[in-house]
């Protein structure tokens, strides 16, 4: 993989951990607010940039078991790290909208 590329991939998992993470605490602020549809649709808007990204790593992975080594430097790194940070943070956020959907019952 050329430089160029794979600084698209790193950038694009950032992104899509990033997005994932922006998605998530707009999920929370909505189910704080009552407002539980709103909440619904960011966590499924958290859901679909995770997926993104899952299909950047696939993709890697692919390249990877086909012989094509990917460098691994601190970019890829921070990326990787973004994007486990945004799926836990989705996780949890889908926690909190339960809680503030049983509190408001």
């Known amino acids: ?15 899509a ?3 994932a993470k922006g998605s998530s605490v707009a999920a ?3 189910a704080k607010k009552g407002d539980f549809q ?15 990204a ?16 990917t460098q691994v430097d601190l970019y890829l790194v921070h990326a990787q790290d973004h994007l486990m940070t945004a799926i836990a943070f989705k996780d949890l956020a889908k926690e909190f909208v339960a809680v503030y959907q049983r509190l408001a019952k």
Request: no cysteine; hydrophobic share 40%; charged share 25%.
């Open 38 to 52: 709103a909440a619904e649709k960011n966590l499924k808007a958290a859901d679909e940039a995770l997926n993104q």
């Open 28 to 30: 929370i602020q909505a």
């Open 54 to 69: 899952h299909n950047v790593q696939t993709e890697m992975l692919t390249k990877e078991a086909q012989g094509e080594k």
């Open 1 to 15: 993989m050329n430089e160029d590329k794979r600084m698209q991939v790193v950038m694009g998992l950032i992104m």
């Open 17 to 19: 951990g990033g997005n």
